[in-house]
Nanobody
Framework: QVQLVETGGGLVQGGGSLRLSCAASGLTSSTYVMGWFRQAPGKEREFVAGISRSGDSTYYADSVKGRFTISRDNVRNTVYLQMNSLKPEDTAVYYC???????????????WGQGTQVTVSS
């Protein structure tokens, strides 16, 4: 069956960096677009970044543009989110998700990971 597992979350100081990983199983890498989402307490889930099936195209929310980088390794069937210059407002549970298609979108993701907590201290 299809499964996504996020790792790499933790507690970091403001201005620090983390790299999140999302390992996929039960999927063929070339058939899905991947996205990262986050949800903070009291807030709605929001789209963070998306990446095309080949990894050639990416799209970012304005709030993270210039600080976060999404990438993928289709051989290892893993998607990454490199987070730099972290701010306390980045604190959230981060989820990876997959959608079958060709376009990077902010919705329509059908497979979700369990989430990993990212906490950024002041």
């Amino acid at each position: 069956q299809v499964q996504l597992v996020e790792t790499g979350g933790g507690l970091v100081q403001g201005g620090g960096s983390l790299r999140l990983s999302c390992a996929a199983s039960g999927l063929t890498s070339s058939t899905y677009v991947m996205g990262w989402f986050r949800q903070a307490p009291g807030k709605e889930r929001e789209f963070v970044a998306g990446i095309s099936r080949s990894g050639d195209s990416t799209y970012y929310a304005d709030s993270v543009k210039g600080r976060f980088t999404i990438s993928r390794d289709n051989v290892r069937n893993t998607v990454y989110l490199q987070m730099n210059s972290l701010k306390p407002e980045d604190t959230a549970v981060y989820y990876c998700a997959a959608r079958f298609g060709t376009r990077i979108t902010q919705n329509g993701y059908s497979v979700w990971g369990q989430g990993t907590q990212v906490t950024v201290s002041s």
